[in-house]
């Protein structure tokens, strides 16, 4: 059964930070991996998804790298801002199926 | 397009009473699914569709029904409500399932209260 965790479960740091948040998987058999953000009381962002044959993506201040062999993905944040403040989460979809698993994610916070 | 829309936001129930939450999509996918977030947890996998008349299981349904009987709607119902089913249910879409270059697309939410 594939489980996804996210170490730490919350994060404060100070604006301009360059920040990397981690989540790991035991089953390395995905089809592909997400990031998405979360804001209080509001549904889930997508913010970069990157297929299994893929290495990194990058949206703006934002790069997530995968890698599959190790079941482990990194999500960089440079030059944090408080904007940036929410909370982060991880999802793997594999081993067959259509289906996303999550992680618990990662509370973000960034303090001007 | 609205994209993904849910109603209502919040909802009180008390114990033993049944419930349907709406899920609406405009964005002609295929793939619909309904997940549940509990405080401090991750979102798990209620029930999901991968086309219109066809539905399955996914890692929580006990409790729970969905029916697909268009491309555009995907009802989740609750029909005797118990505490345990308090949580923030969160509908999404997608147009083509694991093999999409395109990510999942989420509702706001729903937010419900059974005492």
């Known amino acids: 059964k594939q489980e996804v965790t996210q170490i730490p479960a919350a994060l404060s740091v100070p604006e301009g930070e360059n920040l990397v948040l981690n989540c790991s998987f035991t089953?390395?058999?995905?089809?592909?991996l997400q990031w998405f953000r979360q804001d209080p009381g509001k549904g889930l962002t997508s913010l970069l998804l990157?297929?299994?044959?893929?290495r990194e993506q990058t949206s703006g201040r934002l790069n997530a790298s995968l890698d599959k062999s190790s079941g482990r993905s990194t999500l960089y944040i440079a030059a944090s801002q408080p904007g940036d403040s929410a909370t982060y989460l991880c999802a793997v979809t594999g081993g067959g199926s259509e289906k996303l698993v999550f992680g618990k994610g990662m509370k973000l916070t960034v303090n001007p | 397009n609205a994209g993904v829309t849910q109603t209502p936001k919040f909802r009180i129930l008390k114990i033993g009473q049944s419930m349907t939450l709406q899920c609406t999509q405009d964005m002609n996918h295929n793939y619909m699914y309904w997940y549940r977030q509990d405080p401090g947890m991750g979102l798990k996998l209620i029930y999901y569709s991968v086309g219109a008349g066809i539905t399955d299981k996914g890692e929580v349904p006990n409790g729970y029904n969905v029916s697909r009987s268009t491309t555009e709607d995907f009802p989740l119902r609750l029909e005797l409500a118990a505490p345990s089913q308090t949580s923030v249910y969160f509908c999404?879409?997608?147009?083509?399932?694991?093999?999409?270059?395109?990510?999942?697309?989420f509702g706001p939410g729903t937010r419900l209260l059974v005492l």
């Open positions: 990157i297929q299994s044959s893929q």
């Open positions: 089953d390395s058999a995905i089809y592909n």
């Open positions: 999404a879409s997608t147009p083509r399932g694991r093999d999409s270059q395109e990510t999942q697309y």
